[in-house]
């Protein structure tokens, strides 16, 4: 049975809704909605998609194992598209070729030029995205109004949900945040106004930015997560709605 209908099925048997499960397991509804529907062009990259399956499964009381199997089967079977018939191309042929045509290139050599050229550019590009690898995914623009230069604090909320006020260097820093093994947490980050990160983080993992102005993060398991400023650790408030939001921010004097 596709891996959509498996999940509605156990969801409907056991009497939950979408809004339960996402209330659970902190997955947003629209995403529980794509998995059920095998809407697969609106799901992120596959392993933010295992981190959905084995949320819902836990929240289902389910082993995992099976549906992650369903999950590779139905997108292999998507992703394998019907081999188009091969077109033989009958050249025309010339008894006497115009004597302007006995030194032009052919076409095919042309073509053979350019693919080299394309082949070329990818390897140098190839080699210069090695060079220059960055582990961090690239932010994304969300259209949110940059921090002001003129702010000289680092503001860091505590548990009470009070902000808390530490001199600030003006200096850029780095901002790390880790999932405790066994654990899972659905999280949002924002850097210097730029959507950073968006999905689930798996237990064990950890994700890291170099801040220059300010960054917002939102937690969806709060208990599972640890935040950290230059290795200093950041304090998390409590969920509110099941989302817990920090922010630190930094700027020059």
């Known amino acids: 049975m596709p891996l959509g209908n498996t999940l509605a099925r156990l969801r409907r048997e056991r009497g939950k809704t979408l809004a339960e499960v996402e209330a659970a397991t902190k997955i947003m509804g629209r995403m529980l909605s794509a998995l059920e529907n095998e809407r697969w062009d609106e ?10 399956i084995q949320n819902y499964a836990d929240f289902l009381g389910v082993d995992a194992a099976p549906l ?11 992703a394998q598209l019907p081999e ?18 006995v030194h ?5 050599a042309w073509k053979a030029i ?13 080699i210069s995205a090695l060079v220059g690898r960055d582990d961090t995914p690239p932010p994304i623009p969300v259209g949110s109004t ?3 230069d ?18 600030a260097s003006g200096e850029p820093f780095t901002l790390k945040i880790d999932v405790a093994e066994g654990q899972s947490s659905w999280l949002q980050v924002t850097v210097d106004s730029l959507l950073a990160y968006d999905g689930t983080l798996p237990g064990g993992q950890s994700k890291q930015w170099t801040v220059t102005s300010d960054a917002v993060i939102r937690v ?15 304090e998390i408030p409590a969920a509110t709605d099941g989302i817990a939001e920090v922010t630190v921010t930094a700027a020059a004097d």
């Open 84 to 101: 188009r018939p091969h077109l033989k191309h009958i050249p025309e042929q010339t008894v006497v070729p115009h004597r302007l045509d």
């Open 146 to 148: 940059p921090a002001s």
């Open 150 to 167: 003129s702010a000289s604090s680092v503001t860091e909320v505590g548990e009470t949900g009070s902000a808390a006020t530490a001199p």
């Open 220 to 234: 969806g398991k709060p208990a599972a997560v640890t935040i950290t400023r230059d290795d200093r650790p950041v």
């Open 68 to 78: 992650l199997e369903e999950y590779a089967h139905d997108t292999g079977m998507h």
């Open 114 to 126: 350019a693919a080299a050229v394309v082949v070329v550019a990818l390897l140098v590009w190839g």
């Open 43 to 52: 799901l992120p990259a596959k392993v933010y998609v295992k981190g959905y």
């Open 104 to 108: 032009a290139i052919p076409t095919g």
